[in-house]
Nanobody
Framework: QVQLVESGGGSVQSGGSLRLSCAASGDTASTHYMGWFRQAPGNKREGVAS???????IYADSVKGRFAISQDNAKNTLYLQMNSLKPEDTAMYYC???????????????????WGQGTQVTVSS
């Protein structure tokens, strides 16, 4: 089992920045990829960014050039640096980890097994 706890959300004006953190605990060595997802009211959960254990990254087109995913393996922490935020970035943001043993580069939520409780990001115009 892997437990994930997000932090760092908040309210910011358009053009501002936030950094989200996701602290992982439990059997973290068994998972080989992690990602950030977001869900706005009435919308489906969508993948934002993903990173593999060896550092390969993928991003949704809507955030390329503005968001950056990173990980600190020594601290078992995943980050999402969000710059040039827009009102359409407003959503609940979730951290997720893949199932034990599987290696993938994907933004599809169905390929993730462990999920945090989420942290709210609100961007005002």
């Amino acid at each position: 089992q892997v437990q994930l706890v997000e932090s760092g959300g908040g309210s910011v004006q358009s053009g501002g920045s936030l950094r989200l953190s996701c602290a992982a605990s439990g059997d973290t060595a068994s998972t080989h990829y992690m990602g950030w997802f977001r869900q706005a009211p009435g919308n489906k959960r969508e993948g934002v960014a993903s990173i593999t254990g060896d550092g390969r990254e993928i991003y949704a087109d809507s955030v390329k050039g503005r968001f950056a995913i990173s990980q600190d393996n020594a601290k078992n922490t995943l980050y999402l640096q969000m710059n040039s935020l827009k009102p359409e970035d407003t959503a609940m943001y979730y951290c997720a980890a893949g199932p034990p043993g599987l290696r993938l580069e994907t933004l599809l939520p169905e390929w993730y097994k462990y999920w945090g409780q989420g942290t709210q990001v609100t961007v005002s115009s």
